[in-house]
């Protein structure tokens, strides 16, 4: 009986040193300091901290400046920690998005003097109002202007008007002898909606419209105004002059290398890739942009970044006290000069302090000080929560509009705008959406629970009375003890890891959680499943079947592929396979992420590696990623990529598990290598596979890897529907989540669960009862 | 007959050939593009010139050392705990007969279906809850749990192939059931434990979605695949060059591990899924 016990101490043991493992004190700090969240650059976080000393010895109150990944993440991370006991009280983050914050309750208001006021650029403080109040102190201003080539065009020379700057780039565009552009004047990207956004205002669009009280009106979009069609026939124009992207595919980087290269005067464009320009020889400037017709200045948008207080924070005067004191003009000058890395001057970070805007730092320097004057005068995107929606369907509206539909026909422009604007408006009606509650009695709840558990105990029941021959002996108490012991560990880590997110998925589909309300959301019942029933999901049984589809493919191409070429591999000399080996087992060990955005850049239709290849060979470009039926194909085959090397490890060592007396058999009856591939190989390595197929082809389901490829395009001709390469997961979630119904993304995830997961457990089933009989 | 041989032989190098350079084009990109001078994005054609400065860029500006060392110490950790892990849970399923094990190996199966990178919000409350926030030991446990949930079905296919006659022979010589687990059928599964140990390395090295969540403090605390992230500063001002050669350097360890065990990696793989 000793060994038992042994076994019993080892297993308990175990678990407590789990236990142990998990609950570990966390270090706790002496007095609670005020945490800034601040920057990635690192010079940056030093400079504050050197600040944040003197604040400290003036004020004795501490201070923690805490250094962060990205500024992306803080909006995300804040609501996570806002509540926790090393919460922060000061967080860095953009203007744009603290629309859901304060919507949801995380930002405080501040009472911003007349002095702060006086000391920065008005856009400082109206990025970060939002319906009357101010949440934060701008820092920074990301914005563009007119970025221009000085060897093409002088600074004197630089158009005044929008009228100006067509025609202006008219003349400086040059063909040569074949009629090919060695010269553009300007390079303009119709698909975009961001550095157009002032041309589009020249010709009376706008972004949302705004109430009489200042704050934006979701539901005003001028888009489809009579007076964008203006817009539209100016674009068009100037892609008849070669002033715009030629392939529809192309972005703004194509714009930025071929400015790099010095084949462009003038783009509308940030500084993002000023440190390429001058390595490349080309002496830029950046300027303000051409006036409107009256006379006013046109604004670029822009990006404001500043400081903002949790809501939560347990010392908000102490925490308002530390942003004065980093505001003050020295302050403000010390942390600019270090965010753009010194005498570096990368304009990294664009003042909003204006005693900073005038200093010698800046004004010894064209560029900044320029940068400057533009970020004074930009129009800080809007921070409502409904302001990124646009960005879902404006570039493929603009791309059908000026480059024509799927099959290349022209449209409407004006249907098209309007369709434009309606997509919008119903997303933004549907962020704002509140649904009555679907809430079901309570007494058919316990009805339910109560046939649900009558049923398994019935279920259970019916098992006890089947023979149980199938079981060597019947399992001993002590032995069933021992082995849930053993995997009480496991057990409880997946409940943890597992079961516990599942379990709050479940609780959050039937709350209003949402992007406009984080925090304070209730318990609505079934009504995001009922929505999820009743909506029309476009196309919801063709992206069904492409799903089925694209997982077979995957699985059945990787399995076919790794089969081939282990059997190839072992006709081969050993030393000869083992560096075929290393070669084929790369894209399991590097991140799919990085290999993924590789390939995208790969299969581009012009100028991919890809295509650039097939050229050599004397091969027609093919649309990798932009035609709908190449997308699709491109995307199994670099799926296939991804699986094929794990899968043919294992094949190769079931290949050394086939009888010799097989081969023999054949060989005897004249089978050739194919008939011997066919008939053994084949059928003997996919019984032993079959659980492995089963469990890789229901993991594509989930497979988010496809979204970063192609981001579920080419999009078809109406908005919002699915795209060629949208897996149903990817799909319904991007619906969700583009209108920020997290509750919704949430119930989506358990119905597709409960799909997947029921088809899995089905073929398990399906398999055990045909090995069986 | 020799002639036919040869073409035999020239028809299987020309696709093995072409496999790997399918195989590689992406990785040829990867490094034009880390040591390309001047690359704008991640589409845009072959560099003119190539520089090793993005690579001392790295080293200098960034934590770039102090990344890899902390996903290198996360990784170790955490094959530690799912080795141990997997070898007591799939001892029990595979060795001992009780009630409900059919269902609980199915259970942990389908549990997996569940896409958690959708479930990140409830992720960062267990991880508050239990204090593992900002802390390496948080990453070690969630991704062994990951790595053994994915790994048992291959482990226990493995155990399942080892004759239950040795156990009983031994058991009948006196032996108790921690000497038979520790001194029989451990060392029997050593190939098992070593793609379980690969395995979960690999999954520790690169994971990403968990630990950007969680590891919100601290550009010095962020493991290899949050750093580099942090050089995609936005959709225009990103340093494609610097991000691909963290990526290279990044890979070596794990190439240089992969390599240097792969006898065992691949010997443990193929006997492990094949059902008696």
């Known amino acids: 009986m000793i060994d038992t016990n042994k076994v019993w101490t080892l297993s308990l043991s175990v678990f407590l040193a789990c236990i142990a493992f998990l609950w570990l004190p966390s270090v706790a700090f002496a007095s609670e300091p005020v945490r800034v969240w601040f920057s990635h650059i690192e010079a940056e976080n030093e400079t504050l901290r050197a600040i944040a000393r003197e604040f400290t010895s003036e004020t004795g109150i501490p201070v923690e400046i805490i250094s962060r990944r990205s500024v992306f993440d803080a909006p995300a991370d804040l609501v996570n920690n806002a509540e926790l006991s090393d919460r922060p009280d000061v967080i860095f983050m953009q203007a744009p998005d603290i629309g859901g914050l304060v919507a949801s309750g995380y930002l405080l208001p501040l009472k911003i003097g007349q002095d702060l006021r006086g000391r920065f650029a008005e856009v400082a403080f109206t990025a970060f109002s939002y319906q009357g109040n101010v949440y934060g102190i701008g820092y920074s201003v990301d914005t563009s202007g007119l970025v221009y080539n000085k060897a093409l065009i002088a600074p004197s020379d630089l158009p005044k008007t929008w009228e100006d700057f067509f025609e202006t780039a008219c003349a400086l565009t040059k063909t040569n002898a074949e009629k090919k552009v060695i010269q553009y004047g300007a390079r303009l990207n119709p698909k975009d909606m961001w550095f157009n956004y002032p041309i589009i205002r020249e010709y009376g669009g706008y972004y949302y419209g705004t109430l009489p009280n200042g704050s934006y009106n979701a539901y005003d979009i001028g888009l489809d105004c009579q007076s964008m069609l203006g817009y539209v026939e100016r674009m068009k124009c100037a892609m008849n002059e070669n002033l715009t992207i030629s392939n529809p595919n192309h972005t703004e980087s194509h714009i930025s290398h071929d400015f790099a290269c010095g084949k462009v005067a003038m783009i509308l464009y940030g500084l993002w890739n000023a440190q390429i320009y001058q390595n490349m020889g080309v002496d830029y400037g950046i300027a303000p942009l051409p006036r409107h017709r009256d006379g006013s200045v046109s604004r670029p948008l822009s990006t404001v970044q500043g400081f903002v207080i949790n809501r939560f924070s347990l010392q908000p005067e102490a925490a308002w006290a530390f942003l004065n004191y980093m505001s003050r003009d020295e302050n403000q000058q010390r942390l600019i000069e270090s965010g753009n890395r010194g005498p570096q001057k990368t304009g990294e970070r664009n003042p909003a302090n204006i005693a900073v805007m005038s200093s010698t730092y800046i004004q010894s320097d064209e560029i900044l000080s320029s940068l400057c004057q533009i970020g004074k005068q930009s129009e800080p995107f809007p921070n409502i929560p409904e302001g990124p929606i646009w960005y879902n369907y404006t570039p493929t509206a603009f791309r059908t509009i000026f480059f024509g539909d799927q099959k290349e026909r022209e449209v409407d422009p004006e249907q098209h705008l309007c369709m434009l604007a309606d997509r919008i408006r119903a997303d933004v009606a549907a962020m704002n959406e509140r649904a009555d509650p679907l809430l079901l009695p309570d007494w058919l709840w316990v009805w339910v629970l109560c046939a649900f558990s009558g049923g398994v105990g019935l279920w259970l029941f019916i098992r006890r009375k089947r023979p149980r021959s199938r079981y060597r002996e019947r399992p001993s108490k002590k032995e069933t003890l021992l082995a849930w012991l053993l995997l009480t560990p496991l057990i409880l880590l997946v409940a943890f890891f597992y079961l516990y997110p599942i379990g709050h998925n479940v609780y959050l589909s039937l709350t209003d959680y949402s992007g406009i309300n984080l925090r304070d959301y209730r318990v609505v019942g079934l009504t995001n499943y009922r929505y999820l029933f009743t909506a029309q999901i476009a196309g919801l049984v063709s992206l069904t079947l492409w799903t089925i589809g694209f997982a077979v493919s995957v699985i059945g191409l990787s399995f076919l592929l790794a089969t081939l070429f282990a059997t190839l591999l072992e006709r081969i000399r050993f030393s000869l396979s083992r560096v075929y080996r290393v070669i084929f087992i790369l894209p399991w060990v590097i991140p799919a992420v990085i290999t993924l955005l590789m390939w995208q850049g790969l299969l581009e239709t012009e100028g991919g590696l890809v295509n650039q290849l097939l050229g050599a060979f004397g091969l027609p470009a093919v649309p990798w990623l932009s035609h709908p039926i190449w997308a699709r194909v491109s995307v199994v085959l670099v799926m296939t990529w991804f699986s094929f090397p794990y899968f043919m490890v294992i094949v190769q060592g079931l290949l050394k598990t086939i009888p010799q007396s097989f081969y023999d058999v054949a060989r005897i009856e004249g089978a050739n290598a194919y008939r011997v591939f066919t008939g053994i190989t084949l059928p003997w390595v996919f019984r032993a596979m079959l659980p492995m197929l089963i469990m890789g082809l229901v993991m594509q389901f989930n497979q988010f890897g496809v979204y970063l490829l192609t981001q579920g395009g080419p999009a078809g001709d109406t908005l919002g529907a699915p795209g060629a390469t949208d897996l149903l997961i990817t799909y319904v979630f991007n619906t969700a989540f583009n209108t920020k119904r997290y509750a919704l993304a949430a119930s989506y995830s358990v119905i597709i669960f409960l799909f997947v997961g029921g088809l899995a457990l089905g073929t398990m089933i399906l398999r055990k009862a045909a090995t069986r009989a | ?276």
Not at chain 2, 172 to 200: E, F, H
Not at chain 2, 255 to 263: A, C, E, N, T, V
């Open chain 2, 1 to 276: 007959m020799k002639r036919k041989e040869r073409l035999r032989a020239g028809v299987i190098h020309f696709l093995l050939i072409l496999l790997a350079i399918v195989t590689l084009t992406p990785f040829v990109h990867i490094a034009l593009i880390a040591f390309g001078e001047n690359v704008v994005g991640t589409g845009v054609a072959v560099p003119r010139s190539f520089t090793l400065r993005h690579f001392s860029l790295l080293l200098s500006e960034t934590h770039f050392l102090r990344w890899m060392l902390n996903s290198f110490l996360i990784a170790v950790a955490t094959v530690g705990v799912a080795v141990v892990l997997v070898s007591i849970s799939v001892y029990a399923l595979s060795r001992l007969r009780f009630y409900g094990r059919e269902h609980l190996f199915r259970a942990i199966l389908l549990i997996q279906v569940f896409p958690l990178t959708l479930a990140m919000v409830s992720i960062f409350r267990i991880f508050a809850a239990m204090g593992l926030l900002n802390r390496m030991a948080g990453l070690i446990v969630v991704n062994a749990v990951l790595a053994s949930t994915g790994l048992i079905l291959v482990a226990k296919g493995y155990f399942d192939t080892i004759p239950m006659d040795i156990d009983e022979a031994a058991k009948i010589d006196g032996a108790s059931r921690l000497t038979i687990l520790w001194k029989i059928n451990l060392p029997l599964a050593k190939p098992m434990m070593m793609i379980v140990a690969i395995q979960s390395f690999v999954i520790a090295y690169n994971e990403y979605v968990l630990s950007s969540t969680v590891m919100t403090q601290g550009l010095d605390r962020m493991p290899l695949a949050v750093g580099l992230q942090s050089m995609i500063v936005g959709q225009y001002g990103t340093n494609w060059s610097l991000y691909c050669a963290g990526a290279i350097i990044g890979s070596a360890p794990m190439l240089i591990i992969f390599y240097s065990l792969q006898k065992y990696f691949i010997g443990g793989l193929t006997e492990g899924s094949v059902k008696s």
